[in-house]
C-alpha cells in the first residue's frame, strides 16, 4: 500500500489585537465588579469608587476598538482569534449598554437630584441630615421646583378623609415591604405631623437616596407627601421621580384596601354580674 505523503503543517498566528481584546474585556468586567462591591459594602468613598467604574467603562470601549482592529487583520492577513475578538466585542458593549442607556436618559431629563411632592413645604431629612454630606439636606428651591413641574408634572401628594394614624401605619407597612433601611419613623401627634426616613439603594450599583414619607392633618384631611433625593451626583437619571411615583401609587392602593375593608364593631362592655343577695343568718344556738 502506498504511503500518502503530507505537506508541511503550518500554524496559523493568533492575532494579538484579538487576544489584547478579550483582556481587556475580562479586566474592564472584573473592574466593574470590584466597583460595584466597594460601593455596597461602603468600604471606600464614593468618589473613588465611580473612578474606578469609570475606569472599568473605558477599558471596555478599549476592548471594542481592539475587538474591530482584530475583525480587520484577520480578514486581511488570515490570523486566527476571530472568537476571542468575537468575546471582546460582546463583553465591552455588554459593560457600556446600560451606561449608555443611562447617558442617554441624562439628554433627556433635567440636571436634578431631589423630588418632593411638596415643592413649597417640602418634608425634612432630620436623622438622614447626619449622614448625607455637608450641606445636602436642604432642598434646593425654586428652580429645581420648577425643572421637576415641567418634567414630572404629575407627581402630588395624596389626600384622604381618614384618620392621620391610619394613612402613617399604611404607609410604613409599604415602606417596609419595600426591604428599605428605616433608620426612624414618627407616629403623627396632635402637635406635629407623622415621619418615616427610610434609605432606598439602587438596582445594580447600590447608590443609597434618601426618602421621607410625612403624614399630616391639613383643613381636616390627612395628606401624605413624598421627598426622594440622591445623596451624590447632578443628576439621578429619573431614578428619585420612578421611586416617588411608585411609592405613591403602592400607598394609594393600600389606602384603598384598607378604607374598604368592613370595621369590626368595638365588642359590648359585660355587665357585672348581679351580686346575689346573701343568705340570711341563722340564729346562733345557745
Known sequence: MKAVSRGPIF?????????????????????????????????????????????????????ILLAFAAFVSIWRQGFAGLGRAVLGLGLGLLLLAYPGYLAYRATKLPMITDI??????????????RLRPRGSSAYPGARVAA???????????????????????VALDVVTKRKWHIVDTQPPTAQRPGEIEAVARTLIMGFRDDVVVRVSTVDGSTRIDVRSASRYGSTDF????????????????????????????????????KKRPSPPKRPARR
Open 238 to 273: 429619573g431614578a428619585n421621580a420612578k421611586r416617588v411615583t411608585a411609592l405613591l401609587s403602592d400607598i394609594d392602593d393600600a389606602m384603598t384596601d384598607a378604607l374598604a375593608a368592613p370595621t369590626r364593631p368595638e365588642p359590648a362592655e359585660k355587665a357585672p354580674p
Open 116 to 129: 418632593t411632592t411638596d415643592p413649597n413645604n417640602p418634608p425634612r431629612f432630620d436623622v438622614l441630615a
Open 11 to 63: 500554524d496559523v498566528p493568533v492575532s494579538k489585537l484579538a487576544n489584547w481584546s478579550a483582556r481587556l474585556a475580562w479586566f474592564a468586567l472584573a473592574v466593574v465588579a470590584l466597583s460595584i462591591i466597594i460601593v455596597r459594602g461602603g468600604f471606600l468613598e464614593i468618589e473613588p469608587a465611580l473612578a474606578t467604574f469609570a475606569a472599568a467603562l473605558v477599558f471596555a470601549g478599549l476592548a
Open 147 to 169: 425643572l421637576q413641574a415641567k418634567a414630572y408634572p404629575d407627581i402630588d401628594g395624596l389626600d384622604y378623609d381618614a384618620p392621620a394614624q391610619l394613612a402613617y401605619r
